[in-house]
């Protein structure tokens, strides 16, 4: 492992983002280890360059291409600490696949993360947006971060609540630039119940005796559910939910019922949560597409690129299918992707 920064220039990232949009960063460094990520920054800082931290880039849209460093988290490693009476905790770097550690802890006989098979990107990224699918989401299981902090130029350690985390959302998210991931820890357990409320995962268990399933045996069931509506982006190229499922406040939602009484909805303490997929469904989108891109056929939520589609190709999309939800319900749909690169 190289200590030593290598700096490339125009680099094609249309390998590395899962919308496979095609755009060059103009710089691109491999970051392998805390020491080369301060180099980096470093660079960065001296030639007054914009930078860009990316892990598997399963969560953004180039709407052109990247002018400054683009920061391609490549730290590996995967470890356990404080293993006792059957619980322990799973160290992850940054740069490894969030998948391959789900069925590695999942083998292993721990539970915690399971119900999160499939989710693309890197250990670093899950943080950031607090990944969650099937009613379980990052945070359940976070212990703390390990992270650069970019004003002070120095490692810290922040916990679950230093964290902040919300639906889709943590305080790495409202606090752009500041910290950098490098490590995350996660709390697992042998002995925790299985979590298999969510609906889909119901009716893909079916008659199955549930006292028996393992951990294991829950990640492969995740992953059969999603892979049913869930396109790999490998084949067609997506970046998961492509909105968030918005939350109208319970008088919003009195008139919306009176009107659509079959609107699908999670009730909140404070407010409604309401099925974006539905609201998009609904507006006629499903199977949609043009020369380049479209909406899923299975899962409303998720833009595909079909055809070369560049970032404006997907964010016009995006805007005609937020119009048109809008215009029907008269609710605002936000988008999950964060949108990089100058147009
Ligand atoms: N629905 C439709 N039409 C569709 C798809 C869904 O009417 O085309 C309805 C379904 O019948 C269901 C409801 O909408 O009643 C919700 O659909 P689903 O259960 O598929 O979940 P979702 O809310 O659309 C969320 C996450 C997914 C996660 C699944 C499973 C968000 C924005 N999305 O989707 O996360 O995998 O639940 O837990 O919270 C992601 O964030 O990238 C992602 C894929």
């Not at 600490?81 to 059957?86: A, C, L, R, T, Y």
């Not at 992850?92 to 693309?120: D, K």
């Not at 703390?144 to 964290?163: G, W």
Request: proline fraction near 4%; hydrophobic fraction near 40%; charge should be negative.
């Amino acid at each position: 492992m190289s200590q030593t920064l290598e700096i490339l220039d125009e680099v094609s990232l249309e390998d590395l983002n899962t919308m496979a949009i095609a755009a060059t960063a103009r710089h691109f460094a491999d970051i392998e280890n805390p020491d080369q990520l301060k180099q980096a920054l470093n660079y960065a800082r001296e030639h007054r360059l914009e930078t860009l931290v990316l892990g598997g880039g399963s969560n953004l849209v180039f709407a052109g291409n990247f002018d400054g460093l683009v920061l391609h988290m490549a730290l590996r490693g995967r470890s356990w600490e404080q293993v006792e009476d059957g619980s322990a905790v799973l160290v992850l770097a940054a740069g490894e696949n969030w998948h391959e550690a789900v069925m590695y802890a999942a083998r292993s006989g721990y539970r915690g993360i399971e119900n999160l098979a499939l989710i693309p990107g890197t250990a670093g990224a899950a943080p950031v947006q607090n990944i969650g699918a099937y009613g379980v989401e990052l945070c359940d299981t976070l212990q703390n971060v390990t992270a650069l902090d970019c004003e002070l130029m120095e490692v810290v350690t922040l916990t679950a609540e230093d964290c902040q985390f919300a639906y889709r959302d943590s305080m790495f998210k409202r606090n752009p630039g500041r910290y950098i991931i490098l490590e995350v820890r996660l709390r697992l357990s042998r002995h925790i119940p299985l979590k298999l409320d969510y609906q889909d995962l119901q009716d893909y268990l079916g008659e199955t005796n549930t006292a028996e399933l393992t951990p294991l045996a829950v990640a492969e069931a995740v992953m059969a559910v999603r892979r049913r509506k869930l396109p790999d982006p490998d084949v067609l190229p997506n970046a998961g939910s492509f909105f968030k499922n918005p939350v109208v406040s319970p008088s919003q939602f009195e008139g919306l019922k009176e009107r659509f009484p079959d609107i699908v909805c999670y009730p909140l303490t404070d407010g409604v949560k309401l099925a974006a997929a539905w609201l998009i469904d609904q507006a006629g989108w499903k199977g949609f597409r043009n020369a380049r891109v479209g909406i899923h056929n299975r899962q409303a939520l998720v833009l595909i690129n079909h055809s070369g589609g560049s970032g404006d190709d997907v964010l016009a999309l995006a805007e005609e299918v937020r119009g048109s939800v809008r215009k029907k319900f008269g609710v605002e749909l936000e988008m999950e992707p964060g949108i990089v690169g100058t147009r």
